[in-house]
Nanobody, 124 residues
Framework: QVQLVESGGGLVQAGGSLRLSCVAS????????MGWFRQAPGKEREFVGA????????KYADSVKGRFTASRDNAKNTVYLQMNSLKAEDTAVYYC?????????????????WGQGTQITVSS
């Protein structure tokens, strides 16, 4: 019931940083757990990270832990993904998604609303 639009993707060299933004509309933003997923060429979609409705708790995939940081600004209806120390393996289409469940449920099927995705390409 919430519409999501990602932005901030692009081309970056390995070791560089990008910040993705996801702006929500259509429903009150603060009620949702927000997640980030990605799908690399030839691979299935995978969980990247998620942040609780209040922003007080986060969860990350092991592959990005320590490099990526999710945050949110409920006043702006926006969730962010700060990506540092990017690697070629991070190349993928990144999606934000909204869930009415908590951080204990971060499967794809737990998220009912999805953005269209934004491409991140990391070159060596």
């Amino acid at each position: 019931q919430v519409q999501l639009v990602e932005s901030g993707g692009g081309l970056v060299q390995a070791g560089g940083s990008l910040r993705l933004s996801c702006v929500a509309s259509g429903r009150p933003f603060s009620i949702y757990t927000m997640g980030w997923f990605r799908q690399a060429p030839g691979k299935e979609r995978e969980f990247v990270g998620a942040i609780s409705w209040s922003g007080g708790s986060t969860k990350y995939a092991d592959s990005v832990k320590g490099r990526f940081t999710a945050s949110r600004d409920n006043a702006k209806n926006t969730v962010y993904l700060q990506m540092n120390s990017l690697k070629a393996e991070d190349t993928a289409v990144y999606y934000c998604a909204a869930s009415r469940y908590g951080l204990g449920s971060v499967r794809d099927t737990d998220f009912g609303d999805w953005g269209q995705g934004t491409q991140i390409t990391v070159s060596s």
